[in-house]
């Protein structure tokens, strides 16, 4: 089983990462009356990207062209950590949540280096915001992380996933609460509306495109799959820990695919309805998800 | 007498002669090597009896003849000084070289070491007392020597003023401790009921939390620390702080223990305060040595949050987690001296390639000073809390212990732990926005002015000095469960956990650094063999067309003013736009900016004001006649006389 848990770890990281960001894009264009791409488009994008020749903006260091590798590196050693329906091979790792905070962090600090290295008022703007915004968020991961962490009393995403397994938890009110608090982290971290919209490249919107900009070729690849990583991991962790499953791994398996094909519809959903909100509201938004993350764990101290 | 004794003495003389040195000879760079020397000797003797070996001299005692002695906390204390002390004095070997008044800087910095490590192995509260003032005095005396313009004046005045205010408390603890007999008995205290203790702690977090800077108490750090000169700031902030955390955890931890459940959350409540505060204006700030001396009152938060959980585990009899966040927040002590150190030496180098710290007028750094300019980014990235460096060891150990406290069982103690959990996660985060500004205004992009064109790398000492540091950074975030198990011992209930490379703490899921940092660097490399070399075109960087200028380019207010503009609330910006026109063409703009400090304006203005209006109502009763002064004289004594009649007093 752990072995089959490893397996689905790496292949759908590696491989079947690209495929959510890009159902999502083919789901809400039909949502909103167009043919749109087809969900395998981000892969012809990342074969394009692949082939071409790169840029290399001047005056730029070393640092430029070594953050879309450690962008990379990040991802991809979160993809270890997160157990698939509650199992991870004994990887050398660990299955800590708070060291995968660290590694969002590391990817999030590498990417804005490289926007100042180019000095290009793009990536920099879009990294100001970024790290704007993720002073809320990752308080409010953490909040959402210590919720999950309730039932079990430990920080090892097995056990997390484990202690929400079957349906006792769901008469918790506090799992409730921190379902819908790390809703918004998966706004946030996803780059989605109403916090940023993945679709355009306005200067005056953007927030995770922005950095991206100066990038071609292989580095782009990278960042690019980077991003269909991010959208995996907080996918699979949303399901693992704050949706329901049931039984052994077999029918974890089948409602963590589930749980996933729940999210992008609700993302292909949340992307058409709503508006992009201006971005300085956003933390409000995101500080409210801590108050609720609050409530949800006075309610469980005082039960 | 044991070989250990005799190597802390020969030390103690290697650091006493290379003092006294530079007054014999202008050679300073043999002067500073015997420093060094002597404290290599005196940390690593420190590190040996942190690790097991027999504590050596004097035990405490509340008597006041001097004593001296070293045990695992003294210890610890020591190998960290000199963890940043070594490296700080090869260092100024070079920096000094060409620098006026040299002799005299390294004069005093041999007396600086020796007042730091005079208060961590004083075993009686006389010489306690006494390394603690000399400790204050030096480096003031230290930055006076160096420029004395009315600037730093008026700093050094600030800081010996908040400080000796401060320092009251500290002589108030200290002599009321010995009053009590409590020094190495805590039992004595705990006979007198809670009272004392209540009024012991009280002082002892005033007097030891002015000089480690924790809010509201920090006002003198963010002053002081920039106009000294380099290698003192960094014995200051990687150090001095340090020893003052040293006070404040043999007060509460050991004299004083155990404290009651409302000093954690003080303790946790003060931490909380400073760690958000300093580094919210370390982002604001322009000038790179006052940005470091705000992120240190930022980490002394993460300390002291770590100390407040501990003193609320104890409470809850939680003696694991006691020891745990304990740990956390010694592991955090060390980690900062390495980094903050290694962060303010590289500013010397840089202001002395450069000649200003302006963080708008610096830019490109990295291609100039490649091994300095790369020790910062190390240094940046671990004080960011990045992982695999030491800094995210430490911070994740403190985060593990706070996300456990809001867990349960009880409800103050859940929700205390929640908000400072969460709070900590933000402090990470802002840290992380604050050094990668610091990084890429100084080390990346385009050179901003044409010093800085012409910068380059620093001499060999001063290049060793910060390098051994990153690599420390390193090594200490690969390995830090090695240094865990001694420092558990340490802990007010001393506990044992296997002696493993990585974090395993139960009931977490363990923190395996060496394979952390492994798997970084391992999977950056493929990533970069798979990227190949092919060929990429050069091209300027796009701005729609436009050129880069450097006035164009982008500054410090600019990348923060997302975060200005949401916390509005808390920042309070004020700025002033003053256009001047003339028959209907503007002339000229002015623009100006600031973020005033609230600390400043709302809370130590109006004591400010208070006292200075109280001093001139005192000065009515000061007329300068004799008959004056022989009749309040009178006065006191008959109502000293009346009050013994009716039996007030005596």
Known sequence: MNAIAGAIQLIGGLALAPLLPGSIQALKARLQGRRGPSPLQPYRELRRLWGKSSVDPQPTTLIYRLAPCLVAAAMALSLFLVPIAGLSPNWPLGNDAIVLVGLFALARFALAASSWDTGSGFGLMGSSRDLTLSVFAEALLVLALILAVLPVGSTDLIAMSSAANGSAVWSQPAHWCAAAAFGLVVLFETGRQPIDNPDTHLELTMIHEGPLLEYAGRDLALLQWSAAARHWIILVLAAELYLPHWGGFGARLACLVGGIALLCVTLAFTETAQAKMRILRAPALLGGGCLLALVGLISWLVS | MSILESIVLLGAALLVVGMAFPVISRNLAVALSLQAAGVALIGSSGALVLFGAQAIGAEFRNSLDPALGIDGLTGFFLATLALAAVPALIFSRDYLADANRSRPLVALCGLFLISLIGVVVARDPSLFLASWELMTLVPATATLVRRNDATVRHAVYVYLAVTHLGGVGVWICVLALAHYGAIGDPAALAAHGTAPQAFIIA?????????????????????????????ISALMSGVMIKVALYGLIRALFEWAAPPPMWVGFVILGLGLISSLGGVLYALMQRDLKRLLAFSSIENVGI???????????????????????FVAALLHIVNHAVFKTLLFLVAGAFERAV??????????????MPWTGGAFLVGSMAIAGLPPLNGFASEWLTLQALIHMAIGPSLGLGVAGAIAAAGLAATAALAVFCFVKLVGLVLLGPARRAEVERAVEAPTAMKGAVMFLAGCCVALGAVPGLLISSLMQLAPQPQSLAAEPGLAIPATGSLPSPWLLFGVLALTALFWRLRGSRRSAPVPSWASGQRIEPSLSWRSAGFTKPLRLTLEAVFRPQREIVALREHGQLQSLRYRNEIPHLFDTLLYRPVQRGALRGALIARRLQSGSVRAYAAYLLALLLALLVLTRIGAIG
């Open chain 2, 203 to 231: 002082m002892a977090i005033v007097g030891f939390g002015t000089k480690a800077g924790l809010m509201p108490l920090h006002s003198w750090l963010p002053r002081a620390h920039p106009v000294a000169p380099s290698h």
């Open chain 2, 303 to 325: 300390v002291a949050l770590g100390l407040g959980a501990s003193i609320l585990f104890s409470s809850q009899g939680d003696t694991t987690w006691a020891a745990i966040a």
């Open chain 2, 355 to 368: 000649g200003s710290l302006d963080l708008d007028q610096i830019g490109g750094l990295l291609r100039r």
